[in-house]
């Protein structure tokens, strides 16, 4: 069960999920990646600044209570991890929240750009990249984490995950060379906190180091 840690969250944060209907498994086995989608969380000044994930989905991007992705999490099976920028500020998070709700909630969900991902991947994984076509894409639209990365590199100024084209399996490997870093522990609840949980063993009760154990000093 995935419940968020509100005393830990950050806006801005990457919520990296993992489903298991056919869609999922299917962007997994194209990825060779963990997890299949990506969205943003947002601490929303429009709406008394509450807790709120945008998410780029077909048709188009929504931007949800974090109460009720929550319960959607649960209801479906979808696991998560919790991504953040390492030493970002919590100004730029805000910035890339804003930014996100601003100019990618209501946007089309970028089909035509996901296809010809899809067939670059494809041909790579048969080792005829170098004939891969051109990605084409809407500017106009966006998919999961290109939305993402637009909201940190545009609105926050930092291009947190190094990719024209970024996917879940980008920020995995952001992760893997400290670019971002995987909070997950500190923002779900009873994740590592309660009885080892995943793995963690009997002693598993790391405890959480509170919001700016991960951030810099800057302008936050």
Same mark, same amino acid.
């Given at each position: ?7 830990? /969250?950050l ?22 990646? !963990? #997890? ?30 974090l ?16 991504? !953040? ?35 670059? /991947? ?17 500017? !106009?639209?966006?998919?999961?984490t ?5 909201? !940190?590199?545009? #609105? ?5 995950? /190094?990719n ?30 309660? #009885? ?6 009997? #002693? ?17």
């Open positions: 069960m995935v419940i968020f840690d509100r005393t830990e /969250l806006p801005g944060m990457i919520l990296h999920t993992r489903s298991h209907e056919l869609y999922g498994i299917a962007i997994r086995s194209l990825l060779h990646s !963990w #997890g299949n989608h990506d969205a943003i969380l947002i601490r929303s000044p429009s709406v008394n600044t509450a807790w709120y994930v945008g998410e780029s989905i077909w048709p188009r991007a929504r931007m949800v209570p109460v009720e992705y929550e319960a959607y999490l649960n209801s479906t099976g979808r696991e998560c991890r919790v991504y !953040w920028p390492t030493k970002a500020t919590v100004a730029a998070g805000m910035a890339a929240g804003l930014w996100w709700e601003q100019n990618v909630k209501g946007t089309w969900y970028d089909v035509r750009g996901v296809a010809w991902l899809a067939i670059k /991947l494809s041909l790579t994984q048969i080792g005829m990249g170098r004939v891969a076509p051109r990605i084409r894409q809407w500017e !106009w639209a966006n998919w999961c290109e939305g993402v990365e637009r909201a !940190w590199q545009i #609105g926050a100024g930092r291009h947190v995950l /190094l024209e084209h970024p996917t879940p399996l980008t920020v995995e490997k952001r992760e893997s060379e400290g670019v971002v870093e995987n909070l997950s522990e500190f923002a779900i609840v009873g994740r590592y906190r309660r #009885g080892g949980v995943s793995g963690q063993g009997a #002693g598993g009760d790391r405890q959480p180091q509170g919001q700016m154990g991960h951030v810099s000093g800057g302008s936050a």
